[in-house]
């Protein structure tokens, strides 16, 4: 006797005519998931097609002649953002068709900057390469959770396979360290953090929570998540300190750095971590890590502290530096990938100091910034992996069994994380190999190279004022037609009676900008093109006065940062022709209105404006520049208090 219930059902899984409506939608809706069993031609497979070639439509067509013949954003619609309505969104009363939802998803593009776009370089912004982006698509058909090996089986092995190759390019033991990918590289310092934090005050600190102002050494030039991990760890802004950075090469100055150190040490309060950044987002500075572990390891020698307790963690921020590590064991005098000499020696200088973040107890690596992988994809890099678990396992749950003897849950601050991080990260070391790697970010460098000394170099009117950095951004002056740049640059640095040309001048870099900016957005021609997105920076150095009665300024710059290889010489020629373009417009009198309030956003995402940002008691922030122009440009500006002693530290030493 079949059951009322039962007897709705077919055996294909349909429904009969005489069943509830719940009962057939129900049963339609399995058309809206991948089938468990495979089938002749796959309607999933036709529909992520589908999907993609919306994504097609929306980028411009190719250019006959040069890039700057199509716009830098997507779908051919430069309004908007349109945040004007969201608060109106309501759940709809029926079913969606998937293909209208797919459609309405692809128009969200529209407007957004076209990464791939070779005029398209305001940051560290890389495009995602194909092999990560569909190894990470995979992952959402199937749904590994890397919190242990039972829900994800042999996708973990992409989070231990890319942690030990990781490993092997820094010089640790793989079978000593590990990896755990989670959500970014503030994610990964808020991992460094939180290890150091229970490493440097003890287990205690798990249970009855932190009671001690332990401190956390970090650069003032580094990365403005310092804040966000000593937050929301529970440590307190309160307790970072900023070392000061050398106002040339924006490293940590080390001498700071020890007397800070050994003024703590002798007060005996305890430091937690010393973060080492291994290339500042702008500058790509570089902190010497070599010699911060030599001073740990002189103060705090670990027979003293045995279980690390007291003892500070070496945390390095490589998060834009880590894959210079990838021309490890290159051949730099037969150079078989035949970089030209100039960008050669750069390449090793870059290898050679980034190399030094063997000296870390834990690193952060973004694949999303210098990887060319999906974005979000991070990995915090441990030099023992079984101190950490020591340190941050929790005894699990009721609800999930160590099925396999992968079980990271255990200790990571996720409980559920994606395969897609691991995936993808996983997939662009498997296909870059090390020539690959070497060959996108040495490519960089020759292009950049190219723009520095043949193109900027060339134009009398603009100057780049970062020659000395080896990173991936070029920073550059533009000047009024007819002024030398360069000599103009060498006043404005050194000489305080030029004070108010440098502050002119800097609003003339600030109003390229915005041009551009604005220009980028409103979808017409300009000097026959579209124009480039660029940005720039308020903060790339101060000025070198002699005279110490004299306000230090700040020079401030037009920014390119070639991340993609769509870029050629061309498309550098073109870029520095359209910066004139505006500088020109800018000169005969257009105002540059950059609407940067655009979207329209209702309340109460409006009313975030009115919220002033904490500042703690002793914020030095203030000093230089406000944490927004920090953000805008991800450099921070030296403060004037840290230019003060760093001068009188040299005096002293003179
Ligand atoms: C980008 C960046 C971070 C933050 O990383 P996210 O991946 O954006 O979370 C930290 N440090 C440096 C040096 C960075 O450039």
Redesign the pocket.
């Known amino acids: 006797m079949v059951s009322k219930f039962a007897a709705l059902w077919n055996k294909d899984g349909s429904v009969q005519a005489s069943a509830p409506r719940w009962a057939s939608l129900r049963a339609e809706m399995r058309s809206a998931f991948p089938t468990y069993y495979s089938t002749t031609s796959d309607p999933f497979a036709d529909m992520v097609e589908e999907a993609i070639r919306y994504l097609n439509q929306l980028k411009p067509p190719q250019p006959t002649s040069s890039p700057s013949e199509t716009p830098g954003y997507l779908g051919g619609d430069p309004s908007g953002p349109h945040y004007g309505n969201v608060t109106q969104a309501r759940l709809g009363e029926n079913m969606a068709s998937i293909v209208d939802v797919l459609q309405q998803a692809a128009d969200l593009f529209k407007g957004m900057p076209n990464w791939n776009h070779p005029l398209v370089m305001p940051n ?1 912004i890389p495009p995602a390469n194909t092999a990560a982006i569909i190894s990470a698509m995979m992952t959402q058909v199937f749904s590994p959770n890397i919190i242990e090996g039972e829900y994800s089986w042999d996708v973990e092995r992409t989070e231990m396979e890319a942690s030990a190759i990781l490993a092997d390019l820094i010089g640790w033991p793989t079978e000593e360290a590990g990896g755990l990918f989670t959500f ?4 990964c ?1 808020f991992y460094g953090i939180k290890y150091a934090l229970t490493s440097c005050l003890g287990m205690d600190s798990r249970c009855n929570g932190i009671r001690t102002d332990a401190k956390v050494l970090v650069s003032q030039q580094g ?1 403005y ?1 310092k804040q966000n991990s000593t937050d929301w760890t529970g440590l307190g802004m309160e307790n970072f300190i900023e070392i000061d950075t050398d106002d040339v090469t924006n490293a940590m100055d080390f001498a700071h750095l020890e007397e800070v150190v050994r003024e703590l040490h002798s007060a005996g309060t305890p430091i937690a971590a010393i973060v080492c ?1 291994m ?3 702008d500058a790509f500075a570089i902190d010497p890590i070599d010699k911060v572990r030599a001073l740990v390891d002189e103060l705090y020698p670990l027979a003293n502290h045995p279980e690390g307790v007291g003892r500070p963690l070496i945390y390095a ?1 490589a ?2 530096g880590w894959s210079w590590l990838t021309f490890k064991g290159y051949d730099f005098t037969a150079n078989p990938l035949g970089f030209a000499p100039t960008v050669l020696a750069e390449i090793q200088k870059n290898y050679e100091a980034i190399s030094k973040v063997i000296h870390a107890d834990a690193i952060g690596c ?1 694949f ?2 210098t990887g060319w992988a999906t974005y ?1 994809c ?1 990995v915090v890099m441990v030099r023992d992996l079984h101190k950490f678990q020591e340190l941050l396992s929790r005894p699990g749950s009721a609800y999930l069994q160590a099925r396999t003897c992968y079980n990271p849950g255990l200790y990571t601050l996720e409980v559920s994380r994606s395969g897609s991080y691991s995936m993808a990260a996983w997939a662009t070391l498997k296909f870059m190999g090390y020539e690959g790697f070497r060959s996108i970010l040495g490519g960089i460098l020759e292009l950049q190279h190219y723009l520095r000394h043949e193109v900027i170099a060339n134009e009398p009117t603009t100057v780049c004022v970062n020659a000395a950095d080896s990173g991936f951004v070029t920073l550059f002056r533009v000047y009024k037609t007819g002024v030398d740049a360069q000599a103009q640059y060498e006043r404005e640095l050194n000489d305080p009676s030029a004070k108010a040309e440098l502050e002119a001048n800097n609003k003339l870099q600030q109003d390229i900008a915005d041009m551009l900016w604005q220009w980028h957005r409103d979808g017409q021609l300009h000097g026959g093109s579209y124009a480039p997105y660029i940005s720039y920076t308020s903060g790339f150095r101060p000025t070198d006065y002699d005279d110490e009665s004299v306000e230090p300024g700040f020079i401030y710059a037009v920014k390119a940062f070639p991340m993609n290889v769509n870029i050629t010489p061309e498309v550098m020629d073109e870029l520095i022709r359209l910066v004139l373009v505006a500088r020109d417009a800018i000169e005969a009198g257009e105002v540059p209105q950059p609407n940067d309030d655009a979207g329209s956003c209702p309340v109460p995402y409006s009313k975030f404006s009115d919220i002033k940002p904490l500042e703690c008691a002793s914020d030095e922030a203030g000093a230089g520049g406000s944490t927004s122009d920090n953000l805008l440009s ?1 450099i921070g500006r030296q403060s004037l208090k840290a230019l003060k002693r760093l001068r009188k530290r040299r005096s002293k030493k003179a």
């Open positions: 560290v970014g590289g503030s994610g310092y990365h998540c950044t290339g500042t987002t921020d998060v834009i973004d999303h910034k979000n991070s991800g």
